[in-house]
């Protein structure tokens, strides 16, 4: 699936090329405009999966122009049809409903993908601020991984 623009009420998810990743990844933000805070310390991380797996990197969350964040799967659809998302913004922009916003919005873009029938997601136990997040775009905990992270799912 090629990712596209998501608009949301206050925000601008804008697909990120793999050339782009790469920078990033590599430090390089020419032509980008990062809020303060961006890139956060797993932005690196989620890019370099995307690239090393060939699966879209994922959307920048845009505020105004300035990237405050991002988003994305952790590959493509499995063969039950589920998908994982992740999601990050940087620490001044945290609290303020964006999360949540971010949820949504990817989380209603990818249920009208074909062969999604499921998006799930996951999070540390004790990370209240983000389980919260999933609560509210109609995420429901479905248990814990070996990890002992939470684990969330909503149907597409």
Same mark, same amino acid.
């Given at each position: 699936?090629? $990712? #596209?623009?998501?608009?949301? =009420? ?6 990120? +090329? ?10 390089? *933000?020419?032509?980008? @405009?990062? =809020?303060?805070?961006?890139? &956060? ?5 989620? *890019? @370099? ?5 060939? &699966? ?17 799967? &952790?590959? /493509? =659809? ?31 873009? !990818? +249920? ?6 499921? %998006?799930?997601? +996951?999070?540390?136990?004790?990370? %209240?601020? @983000?389980? /919260?997040? !999933? #609560?509210?775009?109609? $995420?429901? !905990?479905?248990? $814990? ?8 799912? /909503?149907? =597409?």
């Amino acid at each position: 699936m090629d $990712f #596209e623009p998501i608009p949301t =009420a206050r925000l601008q998810l804008l697909p990120v +090329s793999a050339d782009t990743a790469r920078a990033i990844v590599a430090g390089n *933000l020419t032509g980008l @405009s990062p =809020a303060a805070g961006w890139p &956060h310390e797993d932005t690196a991380d989620g *890019l @370099s999966m995307a690239i090393k797996h060939g &699966h879209p990197a994922g959307w920048m969350v845009t505020l105004d122009g300035e990237v405050i964040g991002d988003c994305g799967t &952790h590959g /493509r =659809a499995d063969d039950t049809g589920t998908v994982e998302i992740g999601y990050g913004l940087a620490a001044p922009y945290q609290g303020r409903g964006y999360g949540t916003e971010v949820v949504q919005a990817i989380t209603d873009w !990818l +249920s009208g993908q074909q062969g999604v029938h499921v %998006v799930r997601a +996951s999070t540390l136990q004790d990370n %209240v601020a @983000s389980r /919260r997040v !999933l #609560e509210k775009a109609g $995420f429901r !905990l479905t248990g $814990f991984d070996e990890e002992d992270q939470a684990v969330y799912e /909503r149907t =597409a």
